[in-house]
């Protein structure tokens, strides 16, 4: 669809590319009814440019991009009519924990709709035949970061975590490269600590997934698979990245989980000799 499009291609857009973009993301129900020139006076762009744009995103012309315009809408209206019920959080009568629950849970369908089953198994195809993993996260990303790696550790046997409380990530990535693979979470489109990190990585030939909010995060652009999640709440909602996660990890145990159970075996008596004090 038309978004997905213009979410995938983001990164590789001019500034006059990115101001049509923004303009249509923002306002698809209008700008489905104007025309080239329309669109082109409210992006601050010319008509020209419009068109090309459209020609950009693999369209044969503008009529056919509004055509898709025309799809995403009803699409969109679907959905709303899906979730009218659910999603009604200006309603005075709901308490704020059923407000949280419905934002919630458009996240999560958001996601679901956002990420095909063939991108979760081309990761799980990366993941398994990677030879070594390291998880990048910081700030608030630290968090699912963490968890990935916990618990891929217990299936896989090297996958490290990286955050910046140490600053010797970079120098560890130095003897990394082709047969590696990074995995980065980030809620911020401004480049960080695991952008540079995933960059770093990449020119070292590191394989990259990259979960994170959408497309116009900076490490999409460094992904050679990247699985977009919804995250709108007050501050981030981590509900829909921790689905991502079960979902990579139940994949990944069909398929090698019975050939670990040894190595699962072992986690079990360290929790029993080491954590499970009485």
Same mark, same amino acid.
């Given at each position: 669809? %038309?978004?997905?499009?213009?979410?995938?291609?983001?990164?590789?857009?001019?500034?006059g590319? +990115?101001?049509?973009?923004?303009?249509?993301?923002?306002?698809?129900?209008?700008?489905?009814?104007?025309?080239?020139?329309?669109?082109?006076?409210k992006?601050?762009?010319?008509?020209?440019?419009?068109?090309r744009?459209?020609t950009?995103?693999?369209?044969?012309?503008?009529?056919?991009?509004?055509k898709?315009? /025309?799809? @995403? *809408?009803?699409?969109? /209206? $679907?959905?709303? =009519?899906?979730f009218?019920?659910?999603?009604?959080?200006?309603?005075?009568?709901?308490?704020?924990?059923m +407000?949280?629950?419905? +934002? $919630?849970?458009?996240?999560?369908?958001?996601?679901?709709?956002?990420?095909?089953?063939?991108?979760?198994?081309?990761? *799980?195809?990366?993941?398994?035949?990677?030879?070594?993993?390291?998880?990048?996260?910081?700030?608030?990303? *630290?968090?699912?970061?963490? $968890?990935? /790696?916990?618990l891929?550790? /217990?299936l896989l046997?090297?996958?490290?975590?990286?955050?910046?409380?140490?600053? $010797?990530?970079?120098?560890?990535?130095?003897?990394?490269?082709?047969?590696?693979?990074?995995?980065g979470?980030?809620?911020?489109?401004?480049?960080?600590?695991?952008?540079?990190m995933?960059?770093?990585?990449?020119?070292?030939?590191?394989?990259?997934?990259?979960?994170?909010?959408?497309? +116009?995060?900076?490490?999409?652009? %460094?992904?050679?698979?990247?699985l977009?999640?919804?995250? =709108?709440?007050?501050?981030?909602?981590?509900v829909?990245?921790?689905?991502?996660?079960?979902?990579?990890?139940?994949? %990944?145990?069909?398929?090698?989980?019975k050939?670990?159970?040894?190595?699962?075996?072992?986690?079990? @008596?360290i929790?029993?000799?080491?954590?499970?004090?009485?």
């Amino acid at each position: 669809m %038309l978004i997905d499009v213009i979410e995938k291609k983001y990164h590789e857009m001019s500034a006059g590319q +990115r101001s049509i973009a923004d303009y249509i993301n923002g306002h698809l129900a209008e700008a489905v009814y104007m025309n080239a020139k329309e669109i082109s006076e409210k992006s601050g762009v010319s008509e020209s440019a419009v068109v090309r744009f459209s020609t950009f995103l693999g369209y044969n012309g503008f009529k056919e991009m509004q055509k898709s315009m /025309q799809e @995403e *809408v009803k699409i969109k /209206q $679907t959905i709303s =009519e899906r979730f009218i019920e659910a999603l009604t959080l200006e309603d005075e009568n709901l308490s704020d924990s059923m +407000r949280v629950y419905n +934002r $919630t849970l458009k996240n999560i369908n958001d996601t679901l709709g956002d990420i095909l089953e063939s991108t979760y198994d081309s990761a *799980v195809k990366q993941i398994r035949a990677a030879k070594r993993i390291g998880v990048v996260g910081t700030r608030v990303a *630290v968090a699912p970061a963490l $968890t990935l /790696q916990i618990l891929l550790n /217990q299936l896989l046997p090297d996958v490290q975590l990286f955050t910046p409380n140490f600053d $010797t990530s970079f120098d560890m990535l130095q003897t990394w490269g082709g047969g590696d693979l990074l995995i980065g979470f980030s809620f911020m489109k401004a480049k960080n600590f695991t952008y540079d990190m995933l960059s770093y990585g990449k020119e070292k030939g590191c394989s990259i997934i990259s979960i994170c909010d959408n497309y +116009r995060n900076s490490i999409a652009g %460094l992904g050679d698979i990247v699985l977009p999640v919804r995250s =709108e709440a007050t501050f981030v909602s981590f509900v829909p990245t921790m689905h991502v996660i079960d979902t990579l990890l139940f994949k %990944l145990s069909r398929q090698i989980g019975k050939d670990n159970a040894d190595r699962l075996k072992g986690f079990d @008596e360290i929790i029993n000799r080491f954590v499970n004090h009485q």
